[in-house]
């Protein structure tokens, strides 16, 4: 990218940096500090609100540069992520959001706990979110480091590692300074940037080709250098058997994922009411629907007027394909309108990165604080005033130690964002959604419709799913045994398939029912009627 590219993109991240650190300063400075506060905002955001911030949340460089890649890179097949992404939706909507505002109060481990004995069922939770969160993570700085690649020219690793750096830097500022109320702000701010970015380069694209979509399509077929095979199941996920077992794999991962995602189940909780929950999924869903919609254009769009080679050369991954059409469509390299429409593209997809890389890192420290921290410390109060005074001391506790976890958690991402800089940044959240459907939404479903199911199934249910899927990715050939692995060099690759969702998520399934059937422990009628009672009528939430 030449001087000009490089200068107005920096000009735009720089604008974009000192707008959400000011948000960040606005709200640290009127903050009371309180766990509630920091967790989930005060519960003060609209439904509309909130519906654009868990869009801004969802809609990620997964998304954005990710999904796109695929699509110039492998046509039909990349389309999967668009379809699975946008299905997810509807398993939040139906199974999940009203009834986890109802019955928790700022994590997943509040909904399993209400019916458990907590310790345990806290430890778990709360570790399996840190794992998750962590994977989601890594996805955004491999996005970065990509991004910023591209605007060098991709000739300077230097840049492109203290890129991911710089970004975990700032995530660790926005959530320690401002918690969740700037982190919505911030996500708002991305969401309306992002859909106005996508609607501009969507109207551009089909504007290329007269409005014709078949022409769009044959054109990318051609230039895809796969011919009508482009347009066809098959050229990624065809091979063999084990590459359609990861199709299927890869598409359980996806629909099931969403629902065990941390930082997309804390945003229920920033809302008054499950009413406004529900009605915040509404928002997102049409907004997160029309937005991979976009996506398949811009993925196709990419492979007809960059071509799949180029897109290829720039990044082996396609993370780079947005800004390459971008740059095209605004007239070429050097043109005044290819250099302002690749910055403000490239500028969008920066802080897409920096506004999900702070939801994430505020949903992870607050499972370490409010869940492990504070079940590892927790002692039984003793009389009334010192349990509230007690009470409100460990919140300012919890709160802390969730600043210094951001920190931690940053520095965690960072190290694996390095290591993991050629791989494709949707197939890294692919992971992500898989380790979540195993290990989160198991136990999710089992505490919120199972009568019987007791701590032991609970405990059983996270580790079950957690350990089998961390395990498999470390033995698939995304880990070693192939030049695309991490770690080239190597290969202890066992297992064939490169998402373990197939696998791992009946086995979250199965280990909660052994769990329960072979407990001694009689299940707590009451107070899962209790817990019944309260996700489905909002009595006794907090």
Known sequence: MNGDHQALALVLFSAFIAVTLGITTWVSRNRRGSAEE????????????????IAGDYMSAASFLGISGLIALFGYDGMLYSVGFLVAWLVVLFLVAELVR????FTLADVVASRMRERKVRIASGTSSVVVSVLYLVA???????LVALLLGGTSEAARSWTVVGVGALMVIYVSMGGMRAT???QIVKAVLLMAGAVTMTVLVLLRFGGDVGGLLSTAAERSGHGEDFLAPGLRYGGDWTSRLDFISLGVALVLGTAGLPHILSRFYTVPTARAARRSVVWSIGLIGSFYLMTIVLGFGAAAVVGTDRVRESNAAGNTAVPLLALDLGGGAGSTGGTVLFAVVAAIAFATILAVVAGITLASSVSVAHDLYASLRRRPAQGGARKEGGGERREYSEVAVARLAAAGIGAVAIGLGLLAQDLNVAFLVGLAFAVAASANLPVLLYSLFWRGFTTRGAVWSVYGGLVPAVALVVLSPVVSGSEQSLFPGLDFQLFPLENPGLVSIPLGFLAGWIGTVTSSEPPDEARHAETEVRALTGAGAV
């Open 38 to 53: 920091f967790y989930a905002g005060g519960r003060l955001f609209s439904p509309m609100e909130n519906g654009f911030a």
């Open 102 to 105: 109802n019955c928790g109060r």
């Open 140 to 146: 955004q700085m491999v996005g970065a480091g990509s």
């Open 184 to 186: 919505t702000w911030i």
